[in-house]
């Protein structure tokens, strides 16, 4: 399902912040973020069943992020929403054309832009928007929904970010992101799913049986064009992944 937190231009140091968790079923077959041999400028992980990615960033400083959109919904897609996000970063043409058929996909929210500015569709949701600034939370309903998951990270990264310091800054916004915290029953939303599924999807971190946080995942950018993509897998085992690269140089450095 996902959950994705982003700050523009509200941190001091790092104007751009993007905090992210991958929930998917523990047995699906996944890559770790990696560079793609046949998409060499990018740096996503990857979907082994359908060959997207839910998350990805370019070396030129293109970026893209993907939730699903939860909904009760049976029918049978021939296309896959991982291609948003690998088709955004690589191929303009593929992506016009996809955002054009864009209900020949399953329900999604998608953010895609750069490290300065973002733009949100979905293809449950008529709304588009840009943002430039401030602090925004996705989850598995439209842009800055008031579920208490997203709500609560939204919290999280207005405290984290207001801090002077830098240090630990990294190291908090993976502890924001591995709250288990519940939510109380009246908080929750009603996406059709029944209420006993919804308290156990009502964490920022989930971790029921078979499914929850397979992977964190947080980016920084600095003025000077700088970023740093960590990467922390948790199921079914875990790892830790560390790249560098400045917006524009052809180079990853692993850490």
Known sequence: MCLIGVAINEHKDYPFILVANRDELYNRPTKEAHYWPDYPLMLAGKDLVKGGTWLGISKEGKLAALTNYRELDEKQYAHSRGQLVTSFINSASEFEKILKNKNCYPGFNLLYGTTEKLVYTSNRDNQKRSITKGIHALAN????????????????????????????????????????????????????????????????????????????????ADRKGNVTFTEKAHAPKSHINTYEFKIGKNTFNKR
């Open 141 to 220: 309903a439209s842009l800055n929904s008031p579920w208490p998951k997203a709500m609560a990270l939204k919290k999280g990264l207005h405290e984290i970010l207001s801090l002077s310091s830098n240090d630990g800054l990294e190291q908090s916004l993976f502890q924001l992101l591995s709250d288990e915290k519940h939510f109380n029953d009246e908080l929750l939303p009603d996406t059709g799913v029944g209420l006993t599924l919804e308290r156990k999807l009502s964490p920022i971190f989930i971790n029921i049986e078979g499914y929850g946080t397979r992977s964190s995942t947080v980016i920084m």
